[in-house]
T-cell receptor
Framework: QKEVEQDPGPLSVPEGAIVSLNCTYSNSAFQYFMWYRQYSRKGPELLMY????GNKEDGRFTAQVDKSSKYISLFIRDSQPSDSATYLC??????????????FGTGTQLKVEL | DADVTQTPRNRITKTGKRIMLECSQT?????MYWYRQDPGLGLRLIYY???????NKGEISDGYSVSRQAQAKFSLSLESAIPNQTALYFCATSDSGQGSDTQYFGPGTRLTVL
């Protein structure tokens, strides 16, 4: 079983829809939870990160973490064609001796149609 | 200008050839990483370096080596390239002063080994 599971999609929605992207995980040591957006032929770009259970909002994006269920979500409101990309969840746990190891989901491909 | 740059952006080579991928950053971060990305497998860590004199193996280091020439430069070498090393390679950086140790990615190098 992978430490981080993410539905690969593809997910296709009409413009203006609310999008829900999700990841589950098994490692209780994960402390920080991140969402990256990756456009085709580009590097992953950090969207948001959270430390504890709860919600964090940034414009049209809301990240939600439920540590008791080991489940994280990213919601995109009023989705736009420019949101079409692959969304990667990532979670970090401390290395022995310092630093954090990031574990990534495989990514969900999102397409927002006009 | 991009904070994390990678050269070359694309490379086609033959089995058995030695290849070097280079990464430079202007973010002033002390930590640097090399990942490869494969369809369905996500991002996997090859090597990481927490400062100039610190080099650590990641989960898939076999067949690869690295050199941290300066705080801002981290190169990845394939001593004798093989076809299953065909992938997208990403360099990333992070700041040890940030509790989250959030990683920032370069644009990637697409490597094809024939």
């Amino acid at each position: 079983q992978k430490e981080v599971e993410q539905d690969p999609g593809p997910l296709s929605v009409p413009e203006g829809a609310i999008v829900s992207l999700n990841c589950t995980y098994s490692n209780s040591a994960f402390q920080y939870f991140m969402w990256y957006r990756q456009y085709s032929r580009k590097g992953p770009e950090l969207l948001m990160y959270t430390y504890s259970s709860g919600n964090k909002e940034d414009g049209r994006f809301t990240a939600q973490v439920d540590k008791s269920s080991k489940y994280i979500s990213l919601f995109i409101r009023d989705s736009q064609p420019s949101d079409s990309a692959t969304y990667l969840c990532a979670m970090s746990a401390p290395y022995t001796g310092g630093g954090n190891k990031l574990t990534f989901g495989t990514g969900t491909q999102l397409k927002v149609e006009l | 200008d991009a904070d994390v740059t990678q050269t070359p952006r694309n490379r086609i080579t033959k089995t058995g050839k030695r290849i070097m991928l280079e990464c430079s950053q202007t973010k002033g971060h002390d930590r640097m990483y090399w990942y490869r990305q494969d369809p369905g497998l996500g991002l996997r860590l090859i090597y990481y370096s927490f400062d100039v004199k610190d080099i650590n193996k990641g989960e898939i280091s076999d067949g690869y080596s690295v050199s941290r020439q300066a705080q801002a430069k981290f190169s990845l070498s394939l001593e004798s390239a093989i076809p299953n090393q065909t992938a997208l390679y990403f360099c990333a950086t992070s700041d040890s002063g940030q509790g989250s140790d959030t990683q920032y990615f370069g644009p990637g190098t697409r490597l094809t080994v024939l």
